[in-house]
């Protein structure tokens, strides 16, 4: 990969304050002195700028904001986003808030906007009511859609690109904060290649890097990802048992999303695989003797 491919893939990382240091030293020289990486980071930050600055913040009306209250007083607490995030978030919302005050056009926008959140308010409502899943994604399942989703659109290009586990396990050593094998069941086998490999990279997660590992089944990506237990545990969506662990399954954008952690480490696979996504479990479990771990998530 060269150095202009590198430099795109963490536009999105300055752009959140996320690179530190050495990094974030050499992503501004480089955008600097390359007008087609600057004009990218240019339109990347443009882009954020009008979503940031189409989100006024308006009050609810108390009885709307008294409904929520009583459905959220009786589910379970969500993870707690970062402080850096808590305060970006605070930040952009004062913002776009003040750019609303004064004048009788931007007056007549708040009430369409204060409209909307009502309505929107109330879907919530109905939607919270009326769900079979108790509780919300986790923030890793999230990023592990937001990583998959952002690879397929050429954001996200790969460090390395090996179809060899080995090669991959190894190029991760020294670049985590834990040990990441990964299985060879495929190629020790000897069974027919039934998907790809096509290669890793880094992605930030929490102040810490976690491993992106990006597979292929015939057209079809699936995506891994994972982390220290210590630094994610899986939650939310519905729970599944088998073979003596709980997974979590999650739908979020019409992608199928499968955490779970086992031996230290908390991992997420991302397909638009049929049912669960269950048959991209086969990336680490593609043995005869898996055959029932992988029924065993199959819609009852």
């Not at 491919?5 to 304050?17: M, R, V, W």
């Not at 904001?65 to 707690?80: G, Q, V, W």
């Not at 990279?201 to 220290?228: E, H, Q, W």
Request: hydrophobic letters at 35%; one cysteine or more; glycine letters at 8%.
């Amino acid at each position: 990969m060269n150095e202009c491919e590198s430099i795109l893939g963490q536009i999105a990382f300055y752009l959140d304050d996320e690179l530190q240091g050495c990094e974030r030293e050499r992503f501004e020289a480089h955008v600097e002195l390359c007008d087609g990486c600057r004009a990218a980071f240019e339109s990347e930050r443009r882009f954020l700028e009008n979503v940031r600055g189409s989100r006024p913040l308006y009050a609810a009306p108390p009885e709307v904001r008294a409904d929520i209250e009583k459905i959220l007083s009786s589910t379970p607490a969500p993870h707690l986003a970062s402080p850096q995030l808590r305060r970006r978030v605070g930040r952009s919302l004062a913002e776009a808030a003040s750019t609303f005050r004064g004048g009788p056009r931007r007056r007549a926008l708040a009430a369409v906007v204060t409209i909307i959140i009502i309505g929107f308010s109330i879907w919530i409502i109905t939607r919270s009511r009326s769900s079979l899943n108790p509780s919300q994604p986790s923030e890793f399942a999230m990023m592990a859609v937001n990583t998959h989703q952002r690879h397929q659109r050429g954001h996200l290009p790969l460090e390395i690109e090996r179809d060899s586990p080995q090669a991959i396990s190894e190029w991760f050593d020294g670049k985590v904060s834990f040990h990441l094998k990964l299985p060879n069941y495929q190629e020790s086998s000897g069974q027919e290649r039934l998907y790809e490999l096509e290669g890793a990279r880094l992605v930030a997660f929490k102040n810490d890097y976690a491993a992106y590992v990006a597979y292929r089944m015939g057209a079809r990506p699936i995506s891994l990802v994972v982390t220290s237990n210590s630094v994610a545990l899986p939650s939310g969506g519905e729970e599944i048992v088998s073979k003596g662990l709980t997974f979590h399954y999650d739908s979020i954008e019409g992608l199928k999303v499968i955490t779970w952690t086992d031996r230290g480490l908390t991992y997420a696979l991302v397909s638009d695989l049929d049912e669960r996504g269950q048959q991209s479990c086969i990336v680490c479990h593609a043995g005869v003797k898996d055959r029932d771990f992988i029924e065993g998530l199959r819609p009852k």
